[in-house]
């Protein structure tokens, strides 16, 4: 008679492989789209089919989903750390829940605040507005004054750096969860499971 297996005993092996699956697609959806889809827009092939500020306004549009992407893979790692949690005992993983917030907590910065100025900034520059109803072409010129201009090209360069650099820190952090977990067989290392294979691995 084939021996009941109980259901049980196959969560942490669900919980790993969701782990490191959640934190794969994090990390290879930023380094594509940090190094590969983000510069394309930019690049003298689609600048001669969609110029400026066409190509900007579709790299806007990509950026929104970037973010986005941020924004669900860092709440499934807090779903996955608390179940992690619930299931296996042992002490709250601080610190990585930590770093998942700071990740959250950059990714609305770059989404909800940079991202909506940086687009008010990109059309004062190229003076025009997209309309949000009616028949295409959905731009139309606006006219505004040199000084607003001038400025929002400023403005628009100086945070669109601060923007590189949010994304080079989720990078880093997104780097190292990686690694984290990858060093723990997929789990926390503050969890019994990653303490069990440190213990192991030091006799």
């Not at 889809?37 to 066409?54: L, N, Q, R």
């Not at 003076?127 to 010129?141: A, D, N, R, T, W």
């Not at 590189?164 to 989720?170: D, R, S």
């Not at 990078?171 to 294979?197: A, E, I, N, V």
Request: hydrophobic fraction near 45%; glycine fraction near 12%.
């Amino acid at each position: 008679m084939a021996r009941s297996i109980p259901l049980e005993c196959g969560v942490p092996g669900v919980l790993r492989f969701l782990g490191l699956f959640n934190a794969a697609v994090w990390v290879g959806g930023s380094v594509f789209f940090s190094f590969l889809a983000g510069p394309v827009f930019f690049s003298p092939e689609v600048k001669s089919i969609t110029p400026p500020p066409y190509n900007g306004i579709v790299a806007q549009a990509m950026l929104g989903r970037y973010f986005t992407l941020h924004l669900l893979c860092g709440g499934l790692a807090i779903l996955h750390l608390l179940l992690e949690w619930l299931y296996g005992g042992g002490g709250f993983p601080r610190r990585t829940v930590a770093v998942v917030g700071v990740l959250l907590g950059l990714a609305l910065i770059g989404g909800k605040f940079i991202g909506p100025k940086l687009t008010v900034w990109h059309q004062q520059e190229y003076q025009f507005k997209l309309k949000s109803e009616g028949e295409p072409p959905m731009i139309e010129p606006a006219t505004y004054e040199p000084q607003v201009i001038q400025d929002a090209k400023w403005k628009f360069d100086v945070w669109h750096g601060v923007s590189q650099l949010i994304n080079l820190a989720m990078l880093t952090l997104l780097t190292w969860r990686f690694w984290s977990l990858t060093r723990t067989g997929g789990h926390d290392g503050s969890s019994p499971y990653g303490q069990r294979k440190r213990n192991l691995f030091a006799k």
